[in-house]
């Protein structure tokens, strides 16, 4: 069965709503949404019928589309998921769309050549990798770092929308420090991921500084239509991230001079893979070779530093040099 675009736009929009524990969802509210969707995606002033949404309704429970999507009726008025985990985003896609996918795959690999499409290169040989393991033509010929067990990554498609919209959200989030979880208005600025977990950048509306928002933490979130959003008034964030490793910093925060000495025989390994791009070598002898980056000093620094174990040693600056020794103490601790 074809299914166009609107259509398409139509069954993503019922599925959001219905994935979207916060509220109860009428026939009414259904409508409403869809419509509202089809006039910001598509400019569409002419709403949609109520027989089109029930119809929508029937079909994605159905098997037409491979959906079966578990749609319940509450209270013989509210519309909602009955496998709370349910989406159908995550059902598997038919021969038909993969031999479809292959000729996208094919059109895009023919940009590659092209300067303008150099970012692209990775995003195409992973998209073909896949799609040879899903009709088993091939074994995985490229593995890439991933991590299957890392929550919230269902959440980045709405996110981007709301970010790419300038939509006010109502965030459920609950930290590893708190014991219960919070709700907060917040107006979300950027997606950034850093070592396969991601974050959102956002100012929460009765905080004037930015927060790093863990994807993993979020319990649940919606768009606050009614609410007006805030814009980012700052730097741009190519600036803001650029003297930070990893994704904590303070707008109080200021890169500092870090240098650090590696043993010769490391050495060629930070060098072809740096740690930051501000990362110079200031000098080599036989003890081993010294290096300076310009960063902000935060958590993931650190971290960074002791992945590295005996291999370094930091030079300064002290406050940096007594944190790595008393973390080193009690790591050594451990083993006494």
Known sequence: MAINKLALIRYKTIDDCLKNRFRKWTLE????K???TLYELEGITTGVSKRTIQADIQLMRSDKLGYNAPIIVKDRRFYLYEDTTYSITKVPINNTDVDKMKEIVGVLKQFTAFNYFDDMSDMIVRLENNLNKS???????IQLESNNLVKGLTCI??????????????????????LQPQQGIYYPYLLKEYRNRWFVIVKAKKKPDLLTLALDRIIEFQELPHEEFVNYEGIDFDR???????????????????????????????ITKPIHQSQTVL????????????????FELE?????????????SPRLLVNKIKRRLAKSAAQYE
Do not use: W
């Open 29 to 32: 509210d259904l409508i409403e």
């Open 34 to 36: 869809v419509a509202g």
């Open 135 to 141: 009709t088993k033509q091939s074994g995985n010929n």
């Open 157 to 178: 498609p709405p996110l981007y929308q709301a970010i790419l919209n300038k939509r006010s959200l109502l965030i459920e989030y609950q930290s590893f420090k708190a």
């Open 240 to 270: 803001y991230f650029e003297d930070l490793l990893g994704v904590t910093k303070s707008k109080n925060d200021r890169a500092q001079k870090v240098i650090l000495e590696f043993e010769n025989t490391h050495a060629p390994y930070v």
């Open 283 to 298: 000098s080599k002898s036989e003890t081993g070779t010294i290096f300076r980056i310009d960063v902000v000093l935060n």
């Open 303 to 315: 971290r960074e530093i002791l992945g590295f174990g005996e291999c370094v040693k930091v030079l």
